[in-house]
């Protein structure tokens, strides 16, 4: 099985701490009665997940049967309710609120193409997970660095992680100050 990064890790697991939805399982939580349903689903569809570390999973029924869910592993976001969804990791630009009443996730992706998904409630979520998978895997380096260190901090809005030199939210574009 892959493995993700160390710090990838560390970095998701620090943000499941803020998580708002209680009932999103994250990395080595990612099991039960409701995940085991959702994994049924995919079978039917000939998708295995043995070679995908498991990131973030909502069950979206309402008896906890699992048989419509919300996937994230370490490479693709898996959807099932209303129709099926698979999405590369790699191929997302952006994530964002859409929708007329703010109710969907939207999935920006590099070819222009927009995926939303009526997912509102856990974006900030799914946006901390996508933004962790996506970043790139720095190794310590032993040389000492001229550079200033940038620090960062999550905008008050729609959380997102930002450099704190900015004034503006470079997502939703809330003020920092």
Not at 26 to 52: C, M, N, P, W, Y
Request: glycine share 8%.
């Amino acid at each position: 099985m892959n493995q993700l990064a160390q710090g990838k890790v560390d970095s998701i697991s620090r943000a499941s701490v803020s998580f708002k939805d209680k009932a999103v399982l994250v990395l080595d939580g990612v099991h039960g009665r409701a995940f085991d349903g959702f994994k049924q689903t995919l079978a039917k569809r000939g998708i295995s997940l043995k070679d995908e570390v498991l990131v973030l999973f909502k069950d979206l029924t309402w008896f906890g049967g699992g048989e419509d869910g919300f996937l994230i592993t370490d490479k693709r976001v898996y959807y099932h309710e209303w129709g099926f969804r698979c999405l590369e990791i790699a191929e997302i630009e952006m994530v964002r609120i859409g929708g007329l009443f703010d109710e969907n996730i939207e999935f920006i992706l590099k070819d222009g193409q927009i995926i939303s998904l009526w997912l509102a409630k856990i974006f900030s979520e799914v946006k901390a997970v996508i933004e962790v998978l996506k970043s790139v895997d720095v190794a310590p380096t032993l040389v000492e660095d001229d550079r200033p260190m940038v620090h960062q901090v999550q905008c008050l809005g729609c959380r997102a992680i930002v450099r704190s030199n900015q004034n503006f939210c470079e997502y939703c574009r809330s003020p920092l100050g």
